[in-house]
């Protein structure tokens, strides 16, 4: 009997320790610091705004039913995160719609007829074919921050009709996103240092109605918070004026521009820096308006040293009607009139000025290889006029080229190339030999007699 006693007793204890360490090791959240902002039965802690998509449980997820007829619809927290690192899986049924999670965010609580309507960073959730998940989008605000143009690496990380780990990491001025373990955006950004997280269903057409969006296994730390760690090739997208972040600097990226003087910089007629027709003030490198006019009044600038192959990127504002450029490879060996020669990102009112409607097929216009090769023309990249825009020109060791707007690819082309060649033939540069095929050049700002302003100018080079 004892015996008995004994055995059971034993095997209770085991069972018992089991359990524990099997408790143990499916909430090790617990111990970590983690907290579940889920609790698998209840959606206490969470309310509904914007939208009138339903959100229920089913099983151990959090569902949002895609409803037709009314807009993007969100799950947000009550309680609002500063600093946090926040996991959880999430499905979506199909791949013609999109999701997201809100980091930081806020509510307009009189719009959609005062259910409110979410603003702030979302990281996207996009199962389509342009596969932009873990992206960031500024909902209701700016748009398109980090699009997945910059990291085509990470587009396929998303797994289709699966659950997907994602991992945000909201620290400082920092947001970093991972798909299912894959570093995919990094933003450094002052806007939002706190706000809720949400959970969103987007708004469809009539066709999806009724597909779900399952959330499940949400958890959140928001003390002792170590980062995962990214890729040093990543690019990153620094939002703030004319500023290195750490990750950038050992990246090896430098400032063309600091924000405050106009070292580095060189008039295209001589060793100094234009003395009128171009103003450095309040973080910016402005040209004045003139006369509108290839560099009749300061001239054109250019750096004053020369790049082969580089990662450059910069700010630019245009005001109403402008016309400006960036140029790369620039010799100064042609001597020209006016505006120096080199291969031209345009800067450019499309909608004003009249360089928009000349060219060919629209090869002058924003973005495009200046009389060249056309921008891709993505409404989705545009920004209005008076506004900060992103510029970025990439040249790689194998005379690859690409241009980038905002974060979206416009366009790619080689230099040197039998298609490349054939283009400058019929183009205003047919007589210049060899035309955009240097070894290195000078980064140029352009003088077209309209202001425009210029900032966070920098740029990678290999080591």
Same mark, same amino acid.
């Given at each position: 009997?004892?015996?008995?006693?004994?055995?059971?007793?034993?095997?209770?204890?085991?069972?018992?320790?089991?359990?524990?360490?099997?408790?143990?090791?499916?909430?090790?959240?617990?111990?970590?610091?983690?907290?579940?902002?889920?609790?698998?039965?209840?959606?206490?802690?969470?309310?509904?705004?914007?939208?009138?998509?339903?959100?229920?449980?089913?099983?151990?997820?959090?569902?949002?039913?895609?409803?037709?007829?009314?807009?993007?619809?969100?799950?947000?927290?009550?309680?609002?995160?500063?600093?946090?690192?926040?996991?959880?899986?999430?499905?979506?049924?199909?791949?013609?719609?999109?999701?997201?999670?809100?980091?930081?965010?806020?509510?307009?609580?009189?719009?959609?007829?005062?259910?409110?309507?979410?603003?702030?960073?979302?990281?996207?959730?996009?199962?389509?074919?342009?596969?932009?998940?873990?992206?960031?989008?500024?909902?209701?605000?700016?748009?398109?921050?980090?699009?997945?143009?910059?990291?085509?690496?990470?587009?396929?990380?998303?797994?289709?009709?699966?659950?997907?780990?994602?991992?945000?990491?909201?620290?400082?001025?920092?947001?970093?996103?991972?798909?299912?373990?894959?570093?995919?955006?990094?933003?450094?950004?002052?806007?939002?240092?706190?706000?809720?997280?949400?959970?969103?269903?987007?708004?469809?057409?009539?066709?999806?109605?009724?597909?779900?969006?399952?959330?499940?296994?949400?958890?959140?730390?928001?003390?002792?918070? +170590? #980062? &995962? *760690?990214?890729?040093?090739? $990543?690019?990153?997208?620094? !939002?703030?004026?004319?500023?290195?972040? /750490? =990750?950038?600097?050992?990246?090896?990226?430098?400032?063309?521009?600091?924000?405050?003087?106009?070292?580095?910089?060189?008039?295209?007629?001589?060793?100094?820096?234009?003395?009128?027709?171009?103003?450095?003030?309040?973080?910016?490198?402005?040209?004045?308006?003139?006369?509108?006019?290839?560099?009749?009044?300061?001239?054109?600038?250019?750096?004053?040293?020369?790049?082969?192959?580089?990662?450059?990127?910069?700010?630019?504002?245009?005001?109403?009607?402008?016309?400006?450029?960036?140029?790369?490879?620039?010799?100064?060996?042609? +001597? #020209? &009139? *006016?505006?120096?020669?080199? $291969?031209?990102?345009?800067? !450019?009112?499309?909608?004003?000025?009249? /360089? =928009?409607?000349?060219?060919?097929?629209?090869?002058?216009?924003?973005?495009?290889?200046?009389?060249?090769?056309?921008?891709?023309?993505?409404?989705?990249?545009?920004?209005?006029?008076?506004?900060?825009?992103?510029?970025?020109?990439?040249?790689?060791?194998?005379?690859?080229?690409?241009?980038?707007?905002?974060?979206?690819?416009?366009?790619?082309?080689?230099?040197?190339?039998?298609?490349?060649?054939?283009?400058?033939?019929?183009?205003?540069?047919?007589?210049?030999?060899?035309?955009?095929?240097?070894?290195?050049?000078?980064?140029?700002?352009?003088?077209?007699?309209?202001?425009?302003?210029?900032?966070?100018?920098?740029?990678?080079?290999?080591?």
């Amino acid at each position: 009997m004892k015996r008995n006693t004994l055995f059971k007793s034993v095997v209770m204890a085991a069972i018992v320790s089991n359990a524990v360490l099997s408790y143990a090791q499916t909430d090790k959240s617990n111990e970590k610091g983690w907290t579940n902002l889920f609790d698998g039965k209840t959606l206490n802690g969470w309310k509904s705004v914007g939208g009138k998509a339903p959100y229920s449980i089913e099983g151990d997820a959090i569902v949002g039913r895609m409803t037709k007829g009314t807009p993007n619809s969100f799950l947000i927290t009550e309680k609002e995160y500063g600093d946090f690192i926040l996991e959880l899986d999430v499905k979506l049924e199909g791949n013609e719609t999109n999701s997201g999670i809100q980091t930081r965010s806020h509510l307009d609580p009189k719009a959609n007829d005062g259910r409110g309507r979410v603003y702030g960073r979302q990281v996207e959730i996009d199962p389509s074919a342009r596969a932009w998940t873990g992206g960031i989008y500024d909902e209701a605000r700016r748009g398109w921050i980090y699009p997945l143009d910059l990291n085509e690496n990470a587009k396929k990380a998303y797994k289709v009709e699966e659950f997907n780990h994602i991992r945000i990491e909201a620290i400082g001025d920092e947001l970093r996103t991972w798909i299912n373990d894959i570093p995919v955006a990094y933003v450094v950004d002052t806007i939002d240092r706190s706000g809720f997280i949400g959970l969103q269903v987007h708004g469809i057409p009539p066709k999806l109605d009724g597909k779900k969006v399952y959330f499940k296994n949400i958890k959140i730390k928001t003390t002792d918070l +170590k #980062s &995962k *760690g990214f890729p040093k090739d $990543l690019y990153i997208v620094n !939002l703030k004026p004319n500023d290195l972040a /750490d =990750a950038e600097k050992k990246k090896g990226v430098k400032l063309l521009f600091d924000g405050k003087t106009n070292k580095g910089w060189r008039s295209i007629h001589g060793d100094k820096f234009p003395e009128r027709g171009w103003q450095v003030k309040d973080g910016q490198m402005t040209v004045l308006k003139s006369d509108g006019g290839e560099s009749t009044n300061g001239g054109d600038i250019v750096t004053k040293d020369k790049y082969a192959v580089f990662d450059l990127s910069f700010e630019f504002k245009l005001s109403p009607g402008a016309n400006s450029g960036v140029k790369y490879f620039v010799t100064l060996k042609e +001597k #020209s &009139k *006016g505006s120096a020669i080199g $291969l031209e990102y345009q800067v !450019l009112d499309d909608a004003l000025h009249p /360089d =928009a409607k000349l060219g060919r097929d629209g090869n002058r216009t924003l973005a495009s290889l200046y009389d060249l090769i056309t921008s891709n023309r993505d409404d989705r990249a545009l920004r209005p006029i008076g506004e900060w825009n992103r510029g970025r020109v990439v040249v790689t060791a194998d005379n690859k080229v690409e241009h980038y707007l905002n974060g979206i690819k416009m366009l790619s082309y080689e230099r040197g190339s039998k298609a490349f060649k054939d283009l400058v033939q019929i183009s205003k540069y047919k007589d210049w030999e060899n035309f955009g095929e240097a070894k290195e050049g000078f980064i140029l700002l352009q003088d077209h007699g309209d202001r425009v302003s210029f900032r966070s100018i920098k740029i990678n080079t290999p080591n």
